[in-house]
């Protein structure tokens, strides 16, 4: 099992342009999600999606979307890529379940914007 | 709402003595607790987890975390460091009310470990 995957590992924007980060998990989970991270920050939730074909925004949704058409992948577009959306982001997966909600993370992808 | 403090930003030990990286919560609830390691340019890693049960909680590599409901603390330690456990530890929570399980994480603490 590859367990959870992201694509590219790496990415460099100019402002205004868009691009799509693909996640994919082989773990049948119901649950995902995509944090950013940011250097004395810690994660921060971006948006998340508790079954395919939902979405619901997390603490940091503003210049970025998301879709959840197939169970194993979760979409993260942003539309106009700013500056600040410099970050590293990271995918994670998860069981529908509050005893079992270890969520199981991705390698991340490393997006500058210029 | 629920918030995660992890006092030091960068913990630096010797090589064979005590890690202590602590964890404190906000939760009018007491929630289910993780830690997260991450090495260099890698994702996160599950070192351990509270949900019930027992409050000393073991989890890989030697690590354990204590919950205490009175201090609202998850402290994480290792009786003896090793190189190998320099990293970057997150702690994190998650409200057993919500059924999205989202995860609140704390801002990190590095650990360095000196030879």
């Known amino acids: 099992n590859a367990g959870v995957t992201q694509t590219p590992k790496f990415r460099v924007l100019k402002t205004g342009q868009s691009m799509t980060l693909l996640c994919a998990q082989d773990m049948n989970h119901e649950y995902m999600y995509w944090y950013r991270q940011d250097p004395g920050m810690g994660l921060r939730l971006i948006h998340y999606?508790?079954?395919?074909?939902?979405?619901a925004k997390g603490e940091v949704p503003d210049g970025y979307n998301v879709s959840r058409l197939k169970k194993q992948n979760f979409l993260l577009g942003l539309e106009s890529a700013a500056p600040s959306q410099t970050s590293v982001y990271f995918c994670?997966?998860?069981?529908?379940?509050?005893?079992?909600?270890?969520?199981?993370f991705g390698p991340g992808t490393r997006l500058t914007v210029l | 709402a629920q918030s995660v403090t992890q006092l030091g930003s960068h913990v630096s030990v010797s090589e064979g003595a005590l890690v202590l990286l602590r964890c404190n919560y906000s939760s009018s609830v007491p929630p289910y607790l993780f830690w997260y390691v991450q090495y260099p340019n890698q994702g996160l890693q599950l070192l351990l987890k509270?949900?019930?049960?027992?409050?000393l909680v073991k989890g890989i590599n030697g690590f354990e975390a204590e919950f205490k409901k009175s201090e609202t603390s998850f402290h994480l330690t290792k009786p003896s460091a090793h190189m190998s456990d320099a990293a970057e530890y997150f702690c994190a929570v998650s409200d057993q009310r919500d059924s999205s399980y989202k995860l609140i994480f704390g801002s990190g603490t590095r650990l360095l470990v000196r030879p």
């Open positions: 999606s508790v079954g395919e074909g939902t979405t």
């Open positions: 509270y949900t019930t049960g027992a409050t």
């Open positions: 994670a997966s998860s069981y529908a379940s509050g005893a079992y909600n270890e969520q199981f």
